[in-house]
């Protein structure tokens, strides 16, 4: 099917996993065989070009805190694949319409003040909740009984963000530190994501090159930059990195190739 969708031009795919739990797959009728099979093809498609957009959803009202990190786990694993293979998420909301938003009391919709269009529209003075919530759906997620959504919905869209953000930095947490998905998620939760890359590195430092580092460190400031943080913390990295990073993105040769980088000995011949 792969093939036969690349010779009719596809160039991409938008592939809605939704979960990486085997119970929540069933709950929500999609039924992927979300093993070895899913990143198999995946990494296929990336393979032949094919720009894959993976999405996933978090805040079933059926899913458990387990359920969660089977999702973390699996966006992670598929995230390794390359750079461009990143999921997104999304955080279910209440949509006009929809089954869930039938069976669900509004006094269970939870209005996130994390978002950017949250703050965009109190910075324009807009008073959102004198407005239906139909009208604002997606600023709204859904109260979960098996967990605080606001406090894990909040940490899962900061782990996408740096699967996105970190890709180097995420395989080195996992290939060198042996840290699993779910640890990195739970370091997020407890630290935000610039206070876990002090302790990665921290924790890390005897165990990275120096140009394992200046890589991890690159990516901070590249996620400080384009996230609009840059008058807390300046971008001050120069080309000769830029390009070492660039080049790291189409080779994904973190830990086989860096040697080429590192300064040759040169003999000086005494007069």
């Given at each position: 099917?792969?093939?036969?969708?690349?010779?009719?031009?596809?160039r991409s795919i938008f592939?809605?996993?939704?979960?990486?739990?085997?119970k929540?797959?069933?709950?929500?009728r999609?039924?992927?065989?979300i093993?070895?099979?899913?990143?198999?093809?995946v990494?296929y498609m990336?393979?032949?070009?094919?720009v894959?957009?993976?999405?996933f959803?978090v805040?079933?009202?059926?899913?458990?805190?387990?359920?969660?990190?089977?999702?973390?786990?699996?966006?992670?694993?598929?995230?390794s694949?390359?750079?461009f293979?990143?999921?997104?998420h999304?955080?279910?909301?209440?949509?006009?319409?929809?089954?869930i938003t039938s069976?669900t009391?509004?006094?269970?919709?939870?209005?996130?003040k994390?978002?950017?269009?949250?703050k965009?529209?109190?910075?324009?003075s807009?008073?959102?909740q004198s407005?239906?919530?139909k009208?604002?759906?997606?600023?709204y997620?859904i109260?979960?009984?098996n967990?605080d959504i606001?406090?894990?919905?909040?940490?899962a869209?900061k782990?996408?963000?740096?699967?996105?953000?970190f890709?180097?930095t995420?395989k080195?947490?996992t290939?060198i530190?042996n840290?699993?998905?779910?640890?990195?998620?739970e370091?997020?939760l407890e630290n935000e994501?610039?206070g876990?890359?002090s302790?990665?590195i921290?924790?890390m430092?005897?165990?990275?090159?120096v140009?394992?580092?200046?890589?991890?460190t690159?990516?901070?400031?590249?996620?400080?930059?384009i996230?609009?943080?840059?008058?807390?913390?300046?971008?001050?990295?120069?080309?000769?990195?830029?390009m070492?990073?660039?080049?790291l993105?189409e080779?994904?040769q973190?830990f086989?190739?860096l040697?080429k980088?590192l300064?040759?000995k040169?003999?000086?011949?005494?007069a």
């Amino acid at each position: 099917m792969i093939d036969l969708l690349y010779e009719t031009n596809c160039r991409s795919i938008f592939f809605g996993i939704e979960s990486g739990s085997e119970k929540i797959q069933k709950l929500s009728r999609k039924n992927l065989r979300i093993g070895t099979d899913i990143f198999e093809k995946v990494k296929y498609m990336r393979q032949k070009g094919i720009v894959v957009e993976l999405n996933f959803l978090v805040g079933f009202l059926e899913e458990t805190t387990s359920d969660l990190m089977q999702t973390i786990e699996l966006a992670g694993k598929l995230s390794s694949i390359d750079y461009f293979s990143a999921p997104n998420h999304s955080l279910l909301s209440p949509e006009p319409g929809a089954y869930i938003t039938s069976v669900t009391s509004q006094v269970d919709y939870i209005l996130r003040k994390d978002s950017v269009f949250y703050k965009d529209l109190i910075n324009s003075s807009m008073p959102i909740q004198s407005y239906n919530s139909k009208f604002f759906n997606h600023l709204y997620m859904i109260k979960n009984k098996n967990y605080d959504i606001e406090v894990m919905g909040v940490t899962a869209s900061k782990y996408f963000e740096f699967l996105k953000f970190f890709h180097f930095t995420t395989k080195m947490i996992t290939e060198i530190w042996n840290k699993t998905y779910t640890e990195i998620f739970e370091g997020i939760l407890e630290n935000e994501v610039g206070g876990y890359i002090s302790v990665v590195i921290k924790n890390m430092k005897d165990s990275l090159t120096v140009l394992q580092e200046e890589i991890i460190t690159y990516e901070l400031q590249r996620y400080w930059s384009i996230t609009g943080r840059t008058d807390e913390q300046p971008f001050m990295y120069e080309y000769p990195i830029q390009m070492i990073y660039f080049e790291l993105l189409e080779t994904e040769q973190l830990f086989y190739d860096l040697q080429k980088y590192l300064p040759k000995k040169t003999k000086v011949r005494m007069a």
